[in-house]
């Protein structure tokens, strides 16, 4: 299960863990990511935190939590190669990977099609 | 983005699949498909073309124009060499500067200014308020195109157009001269630090000359995302950041260009001549690739001490710099450390040598 918020970030669930991102959409308008802090390993998170920072060249930008949970792991290949979220957002960018999640939580969140149409609509305005 | 105005190259940006900020009222590129580090580092190694047709452009002409103008600008014009170009400010009574502005002095008695985008229609006003004297005074902004080639390359793509090595302008001069047929007045300025060409030509030019440079594919374009951080990184100002109304030249570290001993009188000598420096300005690296942005507080022994006026990640060092004011008399020492606050985001830098960037190719024979 793949879901997206309002916030621009993803979640993939996968078994009792999820891992955690931002969207193709918010890597393309910050432009070149040269920093990002991601929540260290064991912060508990509940859905709506601001839990980490992202920067490009031009702008810095807050990551929320897409869903509570506690966080197991971090993208270490993101210290180096910020940049990797600008190439792969969706994939080889992930950011962190929380446990203790809750799917009903997540459940309620968008999916690809929704999070689609509200970028749509953003653009009409 | 309904209100602000485009520059006749925007659709030409638009097909480039240029991304676009507001900018002095202005919908311009910051970035196209290679990115702002890309951009950057492409200038530092290559050629890069801008489209700065935001900014303005005045012509002051008359048998009166050398006189006049020598008493609103901060430096000289009189011993200005005809064929060159000088770094200049507009200052108000008090010594704060009104704007930066290049001069171009095409005879004694013209002259073509070239002034910021945000700062345009005020300048114009306040020129016009100062002169006196028999003067044609106009502001031909609306039709004047501007495209800046910068790099390493830029000569050799000028040259690969038709120009000879000898034809071409040296540091801070200008020819008018035929591109392809079109009349333009090109100068050996710009503003990455890196060997390079502004353009100027009627905005009916801009199209063509447009796709004449880039029929060069070693010329790239970029926007004004790379053109603000290699500005950074050779620590030069950026109007309504480094430089307002508030600050006066010599603070900003431009003391050096200005003569105030002579008996020459311009508008804000006084001022300058009475007035303390009050801050100076200031290079700092920061640990880290976090950049801290224009606004954060500089602290030295829980002190502070002053504010970042520009801050960015340097895509040439690989790590955060900023340029920000310190109160004058505070002593500093290359490398010394201190910390920086912006709301609840701590961070560590040091004082650092500027530019920043030190292998820049603007001056080279």
Same mark, same amino acid.
């Given at each position: 299960?793949?879901? #997206?918020?309002?916030?621009?970030?993803? $979640?993939?669930?996968?078994?009792?863990?999820?891992?955690?991102? $931002?969207?193709?959409?918010? *890597?393309?308008?910050?432009?070149?990511?040269?920093?990002?802090?991601?929540?260290?390993?064991?912060?508990?998170?509940?859905?709506?935190?601001?839990?980490?920072?992202?920067?490009?060249?031009?702008? *810095?930008?807050? $990551? #929320?939590?897409?869903?509570?949970?506690?966080? $197991? *792991?971090?993208?270490?290949?993101?210290?180096?190669?910020?940049?990797?979220?600008?190439?792969?957002?969706?994939?080889?960018?992930?950011?962190?990977?929380?446990?203790?999640?809750?799917?009903?939580?997540?459940?309620?969140?968008?999916?690809?099609?929704? #999070?689609?149409?509200?970028?749509?609509?953003?653009?009409?305005? | 983005?309904?209100?602000?105005?485009?520059?006749?190259? +925007?659709?030409?940006?638009?097909?480039?699949?240029?991304?676009?900020?507001?900018?002095?009222?202005?919908?311009?590129?910051?970035?196209?498909?290679?990115?702002?580090?890309?951009?950057?580092? !492409?200038?530092?190694? &290559?050629?890069?073309?801008?489209?700065?047709?935001?900014?303005?452009?005045?012509?002051?002409?008359?048998?009166?124009?050398?006189?006049?103008?020598?008493?609103?600008?901060?430096?000289?014009?009189?011993?200005?060499?005809?064929?060159?170009?000088?770094?200049?400010?507009?200052?108000?009574?008090?010594?704060?500067?009104?704007?930066?502005?290049?001069?171009?002095?095409?005879?004694?008695?013209?002259?073509?200014?070239?002034?910021?985008?945000?700062?345009?229609?005020?300048?114009?006003?306040?020129?016009?308020?100062?002169?006196?004297?028999?003067?044609?005074?106009?502001?031909?902004?609306?039709? /004047?195109?501007?495209?800046?080639?910068?790099?390493?390359?830029?000569?050799?793509?000028?040259?690969?157009?038709?120009?000879?090595?000898?034809?071409?302008?040296? !540091?801070?001069?200008?020819?008018?001269?035929?591109?392809?047929?079109?009349?333009? @007045?090109?100068?050996?300025?710009?503003?990455?630090?890196?060997?390079? +060409?502004?353009?100027?030509?009627?905005?009916? +030019?801009?199209?063509? =000359?447009?796709?004449?440079?880039?029929?060069?594919?070693?010329?790239?374009?970029?926007?004004?995302?790379?053109?603000? /951080?290699?500005?950074?990184?050779?620590?030069?100002?950026?109007?309504? &950041?480094?430089?307002?109304?508030?600050?006066?030249?010599?603070?900003?570290?431009?003391?050096?260009?200005?003569?105030?001993?002579?008996?020459?009188?311009?508008?804000?000598?006084?001022?300058?001549?009475?007035?303390?420096?009050?801050?100076? =300005?200031?290079?700092?690296? @920061?640990?880290?690739?976090?950049?801290?942005?224009?606004?954060?507080?500089?602290?030295?022994?829980?002190?502070?001490?002053?504010?970042?006026?520009?801050?960015?990640?340097?895509?040439?060092?690989?790590?955060?710099?900023?340029?920000? !004011?310190?109160?004058?008399?505070?002593?500093?020492?290359?490398?010394?450390?201190?910390?920086?606050?912006?709301? %609840?985001?701590?961070?560590?830098?040091?004082?650092?040598?500027?530019?920043? +960037?030190?292998?820049? /190719?603007?001056?080279? %024979?």
């Amino acid at each position: 299960m793949k879901k #997206y918020t309002k916030t621009h970030e993803w $979640i993939e669930v996968n078994g009792d863990e999820a891992k955690v991102g $931002i969207t193709s959409h918010a *890597a393309e308008e910050l432009g070149d990511i040269t920093f990002v802090e991601p929540p260290p390993k064991t912060t508990d998170m509940i859905v709506g935190d601001k839990v980490g920072v992202i920067e490009s060249v031009k702008a *810095a930008s807050d $990551i #929320y939590a897409p869903a509570s949970g506690t966080v $197991i *792991a971090v993208n270490k290949k993101l210290e180096d190669d910020p940049g990797l979220i600008n190439r792969s957002p969706e994939d080889e960018g992930w950011i962190f990977k929380i446990n203790n999640i809750d799917l009903e939580e997540i459940d309620k969140l968008m999916s690809k099609q929704e #999070y689609d149409k509200l970028l749509a609509s953003k653009d009409k305005k | 983005m309904s209100n602000l105005k485009r520059t006749v190259l +925007y659709g030409k940006h638009a097909e480039l699949g240029a991304k676009f900020v507001s900018f002095s009222g202005w919908e311009m590129p910051v970035n196209y498909s290679a990115g702002i580090i890309a951009e950057h580092l !492409y200038t530092r190694q &290559h050629v890069t073309l801008f489209d700065i047709c935001h900014m303005g452009e005045f012509r002051l002409k008359g048998p009166d124009a050398e006189r006049a103008l020598d008493y609103i600008v901060a430096r000289s014009v009189k011993d200005q060499t005809v064929g060159s170009c000088r770094y200049n400010f507009l200052l108000n009574e008090k010594g704060g500067v009104l704007d930066d502005i290049i001069i171009y002095k095409i005879s004694f008695d013209e002259f073509f200014i070239v002034v910021n985008a945000g700062t345009k229609d005020r300048d114009f006003e306040w020129i016009m308020k100062n002169l006196n004297g028999d003067l044609d005074f106009t502001d031909e902004s609306d039709f /004047t195109a501007k495209l800046d080639l910068q790099g390493p390359e830029s000569r050799d793509v000028l040259i690969k157009l038709g120009f000879s090595f000898a034809d071409l302008p040296a !540091y801070y001069r200008f020819i008018e001269v035929k591109l392809a047929g079109m009349d333009i @007045l090109l100068s050996r300025t710009g503003y990455t630090g890196e060997l390079g +060409y502004e353009i100027y030509a009627n905005n009916s +030019y801009a199209e063509h =000359l447009w796709n004449t440079i880039t029929s060069d594919k070693r010329v790239m374009p970029a926007g004004l995302g790379a053109r603000d /951080t290699l500005r950074l990184e050779m620590a030069y100002p950026l109007y309504g &950041h480094e430089l307002n109304t508030d600050t006066t030249p010599i603070e900003a570290g431009f003391g050096r260009l200005i003569d105030l001993k002579s008996n020459r009188k311009f508008i804000g000598k006084e001022a300058l001549q009475n007035l303390k420096p009050q801050k100076k =300005l200031i290079g700092i690296e @920061l640990e880290g690739k976090r950049a801290a942005r224009e606004g954060a507080e500089l602290f030295y022994d829980n002190k502070k001490i002053g504010y970042i006026t520009s801050g960015s990640y340097s895509p040439s060092l690989g790590k955060a710099i900023a340029l920000a !004011y310190i109160s004058a008399d505070f002593p500093i020492k290359k490398g010394e450390k201190f910390e920086i606050f912006l709301k %609840k985001i701590d961070f560590r830098g040091c004082f650092s040598e500027i530019p920043f +960037y030190k292998n820049a /190719t603007a001056k080279i %024979k």
